[in-house]
Antibody, heavy 115, light 110 residues
Framework: EVQLLESGGGLVQPGGSLRLSCAASGFTFSSYAMNWVRQAPGRGLEWVSRLSGSGGTTTYADSVKGRFTISRDNSKNTLYLQMDSLRAEDTAVYYC????????WGQGTLVTVSS | QTVVTQEPSFSVSPGGTVTLTCGLSSGSVSTGHSPGWYQQTPGQAPRTLIYNTNTRSSGIPDRFSGSILGNKAALTITGAQADDESDYYCVLYMGSGIWLFGGGTKLTVL
């Protein structure tokens, strides 16, 4: 069974940094592109970033470009999202998702940016 | 800036049929956009209903179906049930590794 488990969320001050992790199991992790998707309180889903299976190709939404960095460690079956220069509007539940074919979602981790 | 459009809200009677749509602010949706549909209830992660336009995810009842209708992707629910009352999101692949979600449709069953 494919499973994704996010961690690393929490409360951070504006301008601060946070690194999210997503532990994957149940599939050949290195063969699949992975994504981060977020959902601000009371709002819809927003695609944030995608990383190819090899880790060689990254794409970002304009809203996070230059501040967030997606990466992966295929030896650990783990996806990361380094978030720098955080803003109040980055407050959201962050989901990791496997997107090739059927999307598979983690349960999400809450990031709150507030002073 | 391309926007993915969905009806903000929709209402259906129990047992009825409803079709939710997913369009583009400019251009037409095609199978090349690999449309996907997700159901979400408050406090829960999204649940995949449909991917690649019309492939039903495992465990999803056949009263959920996906298609292209005209220039939009569509999710049709036949025989609506009370527990279908949820938010529904579509996603489109825009190329170059970029996905775009629609704003979501709040479906009421009453």
């Amino acid at each position: 069974e494919v499973q994704l488990l996010e961690s690393g969320g929490g409360l951070v001050q504006p301008g601060g940094s946070l690194r999210l992790s997503c532990a994957a199991s149940g599939f050949t992790f290195s063969s699949y592109a992975m994504n981060w998707v977020r959902q601000a309180p009371g709002r819809g889903l927003e695609w944030v970033s995608r990383l190819s299976g090899s880790g060689g190709t990254t794409t970002y939404a304009d809203s996070v470009k230059g501040r967030f960095t997606i990466s992966r460690d295929n030896s650990k079956n783990t996806l990361y999202l380094q978030m720098d220069s955080l803003r109040a509007e980055d407050t959201a539940v962050y989901y990791c998702a496997k997107s090739e074919g059927r999307w598979v979602w983690g349960q999400g981790t809450l990031v709150t940016v507030s002073s | 800036q391309t926007v993915v459009t969905q009806e903000p809200s929709f209402s259906v009677s129990p047992g009825g049929t409803v079709t939710l749509t997913c369009g583009l602010s400019s251009g037409s949706v095609s199978t090349g956009h690999s449309p996907g549909w997700y159901q979400q209830t408050p406090g829960q992660a999204p649940r995949t209903l449909i991917y690649n336009t019309n492939t039903r995810s495992s465990g999803i009842p056949d009263r959920f179906s996906g298609s292209i209708l005209g220039n939009k992707a569509a999710l049709t629910i036949t025989g609506a049930q009370a527990d279908d009352e949820s938010d529904y999101y579509c996603v489109l692949y825009m190329g170059s590794g970029i996905w775009l979600f629609g704003g979501g449709t709040k479906l009421t069953v009453l």
